[in-house]
């Protein structure tokens, strides 16, 4: 089945600094990659995602790459703040996004102002 | 509803007893998912509804996990005969196409 390593488990950045997390995928049929962001206390939340036919999206100060050949993609957050602290998950699934995820372990970032 | 709602948020439960989570999904939402979060890893699939087709099971851990969804709509999942590795944040999500919409979970404590 499929497998999700995700890196690193922990990141700190200075407030307006960039964020890089990385992730690996072991399934080639894979075609949906989303990522959530979990703040304390509360259920994942999706920031965004990408199919398997594209290569990037961004979305304000947030955006994904995807390498199909190599089976990693990547959350890039610009311009960091504060309020990015969290806990953020990439996952991947073969169905599309209609089937279910399988998860990384996460990484926590820490945003220092 | 206007979000995915689970119950109770927190339970605790003597080693042994039985124990009923309760997850109520956006109306409209087809699918629906639970997954278990321990502390410091990532989320675990369970189990999973998709309208009226047999639900996928892959994910429980052992027969002493069991989930329903009646009338396609509200979903239980119970856990019998609990143990202490049973302890996690137990997740509920919904959806439609794509994107899931997550609970924010029901806290279990097994002492």
């Known amino acids: 089945g499929e497998n999700v390593e995700q890196h690193p488990s922990t990141l700190s950045v200075q407030e307006g600094d960039s964020a890089v997390i990385k992730c690996t995928y072991s399934?080639?049929?894979?075609?949906?990659f989303p990522w959530y962001k979990q703040e304390l206390g509360k259920g994942p939340q999706l920031i965004i995602d990408i199919r398997s036919n594209v290569g990037e999206k961004k979305d304000q100060r947030i955006a994904v790459t995807l390498n199909k050949t190599a089976k990693h993609f990547s959350l890039h957050i610009t311009e960091t703040q504060p309020e990015d602290s969290a806990v953020y998950f990439c996952a991947a699934s073969t169905g599309g996004g209609n089937t279910p995820l399988v998860f990384g372990k996460g990484t926590r970032l820490s945003v220092i102002a | 509803g206007a979000g995915v709602s689970q119950s109770p948020s927190n339970k605790v439960t003597e080693k042994g007893k039985d124990v009923e989570l309760r997850c109520d999904p956006i109306s409209g939402h087809t699918a629906l998912y639970w997954y278990r979060q321990s502390l410091g890893q990532g989320l675990e699939f369970l189990i999973y509804?998709?309208?009226?087709?047999?639900?996928?099971k892959s994910g429980l851990p052992s027969d002493r996990f069991s989930a329903e969804r009646t009338g396609g709509s509200v979903s239980t999942l119970t856990i019998q005969r609990t143990q202490q590795e049973d302890s996690a944040v137990y997740l509920c999500?919904?959806?439609?196409?794509?994107?899931?919409?997550f609970g924010s979970g029901t806290r279990l404590t097994v002492v």
């Open positions: 999500a919904s959806s439609l196409e794509v994107g899931y919409t």
């Open positions: 399934d080639s049929a894979s075609n949906y």
């Open positions: 509804f998709q309208g009226n087709s047999a639900p996928d």
